[in-house]
């Protein structure tokens, strides 16, 4: 049972437009969400985090929205760079669970 | 610098043998964890631990084993009874737990022939 869910395995976007890269969940339980990125052959790096009392969150280019009764996020990076392709994890967790869940992951590939 | 290491890179295994791949963090982290990445399958936990001398199973801990004897050190190994041991195995390391940002080693893939 996949908790935390990228429909998107795969997203092109050229240099200087938006990503908006997505993220569905089912456990209502889950109250803190993050976003990963991962080069090829590297171990993730953490980008930007929220917690659901709040709906949106900002860092630089990278936004990251909540929608709580929709249980969905999604992350916008505004202006895309070429070094913004990677694989984008969403992960999910709850308060009081050991253990955050991943999602599949989403290849976004920004082209010059 | 701090961080996390994750010892040998690319490693390569006989089927039948265990083999244990190395953690260590200098980053005086409490939470130490295990993860497995495959193709399409995003990041799944195998064994996670919160303070030394304790460690929990995660969503797929059969066939592996870790110990913590040291707040700096989580090793994982992979037994044989491990039916798909071939992937790319990731530790990570919190402060307080997985309600925190995780900080990843640079990962080791294993090969098992």
């Known amino acids: 049972d996949q908790q935390v869910k990228q429909n998107s395995p795969s997203l092109s976007v050229q240099e200087g437009r938006i990503s908006i890269l997505n993220c569905d969940y089912t456990?209502?339980?889950?109250?803190?969400f993050l976003w990963y990125k991962k080069y090829p052959a590297e171990g993730p790096t953490f980008l930007i985090s929220i917690s659901s009392i709040k709906d949106k969150n900002e860092d630089g280019r990278f936004t990251v929205f909540l929608n709580k009764s929709a249980k969905h996020l999604s992350l916008h990076i505004v202006p895309s760079q070429p070094g913004d392709s990677a694989v984008y994890f969403c992960a999910a967790s709850a308060w009081g669970y050991q253990k955050v869940t991943f999602g599949t992951g989403t290849k976004l590939q920004v082209i010059p | 610098d701090g961080g996390i290491t994750q010892s040998p890179k690319y490693l390569f295994r006989k089927e039948g043998q265990n083999v244990t791949l190395s953690c260590e963090q200098n980053?005086?982290?409490?939470?130490m964890y295990w993860y497995r990445q495959d193709p399409g399958q995003g990041l799944r936990l195998i064994y996670y631990s919160q303070i030394v001398n304790d460690f929990q199973k995660g969503d797929i801990a059969e066939g592996y084993s870790v110990s913590r004897e040291k707040k700096e050190s989580f090793p994982l190994t992979v037994t044989s009874a491990q039916k798909n041991p071939t992937a790319f195995y990731l530790c990570a390391s919190s402060e307080q737990g997985l309600n925190t940002e995780a900080f990843f080693g640079q990962g080791t893939r294993l090969t098992v022939v």
């Open positions: 456990n209502s339980m889950f109250d803190y």
């Open positions: 980053l005086n982290h409490d939470a």
